[in-house]
């Protein structure tokens, strides 16, 4: 029988892609939007189809993927599969049709570079030009970038109008192709885009989409009225607000370091040898970026006193490995200690904000203040013992040097006037100290009025009295001296409230005629369903429509790409069964139809018995050696589908075989329902509206998972509803009660056959194939849980000691469903959680205590779920959701346990080696000592027995005697250490062996005997093993034993497993 059933009742089941839209002149929305990620993207494509196609027929995948560069940065892709193959009818569609799966970036929505947009980087509020921000990503030509950092805008909710701080996924460029306009309302908010740029307005209800070329004066458009605080920032760093020049100016001074940090200036340091003029006498530097430090000064200044001066921290980049020491300045007159991190309180609020008004006299009553409550005692602020003090927790009020403080405030206001700005750490911090900051400025804050030559001091105040929840007038007027003024007013008459925005009215519309960028900009924050907005503006912020990431569109996608880039057809060959011949088409796709053309059709020979190949040609940029490559898409891949078989030939030749790891596929996941458990009141009305079902009762027992007819019975009296009412009747007051019933009933858990666990083995297995140099790999599946009636489960795997530096942070493999997440990975749940843990706890190297750990280690976190919470729709990274976030955490620290617990073994053994090896050296000549003093001689193999049992070894001691007839052995096994033993001792005999007590396994290795005496022994027990031999001369008993670290063993060499290697 030949295998076309199975290829048959696959086809029926082929995905139709039916919806196209000419596209020639934007490749970008087909996801090929740089030359590197064009060609991962395809291999991806193709491997993931080759995945799917081998594991649903039931063969265990064998993938061959080919890269060959042709010319002028085209290449030629060869992905082969021992699938089922594809009937004749499919092909064509399948690679000549394609998919509109998804909303696209279409490139016409844009900024010009040098409009303003709203960020929360690290914490930190701060507007950025768009041109800049994406332009670091996207680089000088055209094009999309993923923006893998952590970097945030607010978003509102297109329902609610909430406002919420969204991860930024895409930095957009393009040449600009449409007329610019500035958009400028009633109270002095404006920004420039292109005229079909979408911004926002509200009409029968609803928020809408509104183009800025349509707008006209009167109308309204959309505005924050309030943007959320961050979290509540409460000190700050000083020598992050300094250069190292600057701080040296202060003659400042870090007291209280530890000596690992002072250390690590020789660690990183080149050392450098000098001589003074003509003489021999050397001076011993460090040379560390570009300065020199002498030795002398670390080791008799440095090391003793604890102290490290401020510039070279700055200049290292440690100031958080510093920031909970103090500062030293060391002047003439006196030294002074005050705390690196500055707490902020309300007098630092109010010192900045009258310093950037010039309001000095109630600066200088302000500082009179402070310096009365500074006069605290040395004991009362933490200081025990001069240059070596450290103050763990500063309680009083603002501890600085004035002339420090002023320096600060300079620095950060910068108080030119038409450069003034409010600090960046403002936005950041409680309410309370941002209205007081504010109150320092103006003197009735429910009455603000304020008047700056600084049109950034103006946008900052507009932003922070957002945060207030106010709305403000920001009027631009003309000085006599042709200069400018903003007048800042609150804005007092009625507003249109919708949630976190209002309606702002239009006071002119106009077309930019001169000076027009030649490319223009966006950012892609795809927020939660169709929101896809942030705030942009230079006066003042406004809504603006953004674009969204895209989401894989499948192989005929690249079929497209390669098309538009080399304009050659796609090679596709398939065959069905080895009793059928193969099929071979060349095809292009008609971008008016999207209808597959065939260029040539006919019957060929081919190797495999069954399966698919294609090959395409499409420009694109290889590079090796990069986190974000084809190799390690390959190599990722490979790790969580440890069941298949990839090769990889790169375009230099090379060729590198993914073996595979188990001989065994996966369990196919089954479909299930939804899950009451965690169901959003949203979707559950959505399904109450949309049943079959005629009753509550039966749509509770048909429509969800795991509810049996006692469960519905409970939910009835829970929700005090009749289950006999039609499921559309329901409002929404009575969908609250079935919710809460949810919530109150005991469920029983989603069945997990849902879902595809990679499952720990697997892990371990994957992990060993990629790592096999690893110290320790070990892994973890957690059991599965429910987040909105979608169950999911999280796995975590960890290989310690892989062949990487180890100043370096661990490479993280996130996956989704078995699928490699190569980017945005700053913007992804399961790299937020890796910061959050501290790994110091499990013995990794984590500077500051937070953050990636430096180590060379690898680790991998896999989340299954029947319905990802992805950022967006390009599916790189996962949400924040708090049950996944919980059990990511709980994974992850599972695994480290494990490797903490390996970790202090390891040092526990490397002391207990040192300790042994000086013994050893130190024991030689004690003895000769003893025997000069006492007239004895010791014997040198005497010395064994008092070294293992001076470090609780375990002591094996053989003896030989010479009888008439035969020689006798003696092999003493003495367990010195405090924990039980379980040992092999082995040995291979090159004599007779004519009796043995007691009785070895033996095994006879051609002319050579093996044999393995088991032993056990508890701490302080002791054991013998007598041997009688024939030989004709004195035997050599060469033991060796396995069960136990060297570090532990006096007397034997250790070797692992149950075998002597010859």
Request: proline content about 4%; overall charge neutral; hydrophobic content about 30%.
């Amino acid at each position: 029988m030949g295998e076309k059933p199975v290829a048959e009742e696959l086809a029926k089941n082929q995905r139709k892609i039916s919806i196209a839209e000419f596209f020639e002149k934007n490749r970008q929305i087909l996801g090929f939007d740089s030359t590197t990620r064009s060609l991962i993207t395809a291999v991806k494509e193709g491997v993931d189809n080759a995945l799917d196609a081998t594991e649903e027929a039931g063969y265990l995948p064998d993938i061959y993927v080919e890269l060959e560069e042709l010319k002028d940065d085209e290449y030629q892709i060869t992905i082969e599969d021992n699938g089922p193959g594809i009937v004749k009818e499919e092909i064509p569609r399948i690679f000549g049709k394609l998919l509109y799966g998804s909303r696209f970036h279409k490139f016409v929505q844009s900024l010009t570079p040098q409009q303003e947009i709203l960020i929360k980087k690290d914490e930190e509020v701060k507007f950025v030009e768009i041109g800049k921000l994406c332009d670091k990503y996207v680089g000088k030509e055209p094009g999309t970038e993923d923006i893998d950092e952590e970097i945030k805008a607010p978003c509102f909710n297109r329902k609610t109008g909430e406002i919420k701080w969204r991860n930024i996924t895409h930095a957009i460029k393009h040449r600009r192709k449409n007329e610019v306009y500035k958009v400028k309302t009633k109270n002095g908010r404006e920004i420039k885009v292109t005229g079909n740029h979408s911004l926002f307005t509200f009409k029968n209800g609803e928020i809408k989409e509104v183009k800025a070329e349509d707008l006209d004066r009167n109308d309204k458009i959309l505005a924050p009225s309030k943007i959320p605080s961050s979290s509540g920032r409460d000190k700050l760093n000083i020598l992050k607000y300094f250069n190292p020049d600057e701080l040296n100016q202060h003659n400042l001074f870090v007291s209280g370091v530890s000596k690992r940090l002072v250390e690590k200036i020789k660690e990183k340091g080149t050392k450098v040898v000098k001589y003074e003029g003509d003489s021999d006498r050397q001076r011993i530097l460090y040379k560390i970026k570009d300065m020199e430090i002498r030795k002398d000064t670390i080791d008799f200044v440095y090391l003793p006193e604890k102290i490290l001066p401020a510039n070279l921290i700055s200049k290292l980049g440690w100031e958080d490995e510093v920031k909970d020491k103090n500062l030293l300045s060391v002047s003439r007159k006196k030294e002074e200690f005050f705390p690196v991190s500055l707490k902020i309180d309300e007098d630092l609020v109010k010192i900045l904000g009258y310093y950037t008004t010039g309001k000095f006299s109630s600066l200088i009553k302000t500082l009179d203040q402070v310096k009365s409550n500074k006069k605290l005692s040395k004991r009362e602020i933490g200081i025990k013992k001069g240059k070596n003090a450290v103050i763990n927790e500063y309680q009083g009020k603002l501890n600085l040097n004035e002339d420090l403080l002023l320096s600060f405030c300079k620095k950060i206001t910068k108080t030119r006037t038409g450069n003034k700005k409010v600090p960046n750490f403002i936005f950041s911090l409680k309410d309370f100290l941002q209205e007081e900051y504010l109150r320092s400025l103006s003197l009735n804050v429910e009455k603000f009025r304020l008047s700056t030559e600084s049109r950034r001091f103006a946008r900052d105040i507009s932003l922070l009295l957002n945060m207030r929840n106010k709305t403000c007038n920001l009027i631009e007027k003309q000085t006599e001296n042709n200069s400018k003024t903003y007048q800042i007013t609150l804005k007092q008459d009625s507003i249109d409230q919708i949630g976190d925005l209002t309606l702002l009215e239009v006071s002119k519309t106009q077309k930019i005629i001169e000076n027009k960028p030649n490319y223009v900009y966006d950012i892609s924050v795809p927020g939660s369903g169709k929101d896809e907005n942030f705030m942009a503006g230079n006066k003042g912020l406004l809504c603006a429509k953004n674009s969204r990431g895209q989401q894989g569109v499948g192989i005929s996608a690249a079929v497209l790409y390669g098309q538009l880039t080399t304009g050659k057809p796609a090679k596709v060959v398939s065959s069905i069964s080895p009793e059928e011949p193969a099929h071979e088409y060349e095809i292009t796709i008609d971008t008016e139809k999207n209808e597959p053309e065939i260029v040539s059709e006919r019957e060929v020979d081919w190797t495999r018995p069954h399966g698919t190949k294609i090959e395409l040609n499409l420009t694109g940029m290889y590079i090796r050696g990069r986190k974000q490559s084809i190799y390690n898409y390959l190599k990722d891949t490979a790790i969580v589908n440890s069941h298949a078989r990839i090769t990889f030939v790169d375009p230099y030749g090379e060729k590198t075989v993914f073996e595979r790891a188990v001989s065994e596929l996966p369990e196919k996941p089954n479909e299930i329902k939804p899950h009451p458990e965690g169901i959003e009141l949203g979707t559950l009305m959505k399904m109450l509206d949309e049943t079959e079902r005629q009753k509550i009762s039966s749509f509770l027992k048909k429509d969800f998972s795991k509810v049996g007819r006692k469960t519905v019975q409970k939910i009835g009296e829970a929700s005090e509803l009749d289950l006999d009412r039609d499921p559309s009747d329901i409002g929404r007051k009575e969908a609250k009660k079935l919710l809460n019933a949810f919530e109150e009933v005991k469920l029983i858990s989603p069945p997990t056959d849902c879902l595809s666990p990679i499952q720990e083995e697997n892990i371990e297995k994957g992990l060993k194939k990629e790592y096999p140099d690893a110290d320790l790999i070990e892994a973890t599946t957690r059991s599965s849980d429910v987040y909105s009636g979608n169950p999911f489960l999280v796995e975590a795997g960890i290989a310690y000691g892989v062949d990487e530096p180890e100043d370096e942070k661990i490479d993280i493999l996130r996956f989704a469903n078995r699928v490699p997440l190569l980017y945005q990975k700053g913007g992804c749940l399961i790299t937020k959680v890796l910061k959050s843990v501290d790994w110091r706890r499990y013995e990794l190297n984590q500077p500051g205590g937070s953050g990636i750990p430096k180590d060379n280690a690898v680790l991998l976190v896999h989340v299954a779920s029947t319905n990802i919470p992805f950022t967006s729709e390009s599916k790189d990274a996962i949400a924040k959701v708090d049950k996944i976030e919980k059990e990511i955490e709980r994974a992850v620290r599972e695994v480290g346990r494990s490797i903490g617990k390996h970790l202090k073994r390891q040092k526990k053994m490397s002391k207990r080696k040192n300790k042994r090896d000086t013994l050893a050296k130190i024991l030689p000549d004690l003895s000769e000592k003893v025997e000069e003093i006492t007239g004895r001689s010791i014997e040198r193999d005497d010395l064994d027995p008092v070294l293992a049992r001076i470090t609780n070894n375990l002591l094996i001691n053989t003896s030989i005697s010479e009888n008439e007839d035969h020689y006798s052995a003696e092999i003493e096994i003495k367990n010195y250490d405090k924990r039980k033993k379980e040992i092999d001792i082995h040995t291979s005999l090159d004599f007779e062996l004519l009796d043995a007590e007691p009785e070895p396994e033996k095994i006879l290795d051609e002319d050579e005997l093996k044999v393995t005496w088991s032993v056990s022994l508890s701490s302080g027990q002791y054991k013998r093993i007598r041997l009688k031999i024939n030989s004709s001369g004195k035997p050599d008993l060469d033991l060796a034993v396995s069960g136990v670290p060297e570090e532990i063993l006096t007397g034997a060499q250790v070797i692992e497993g149950g075998s002597i290697n010859e």
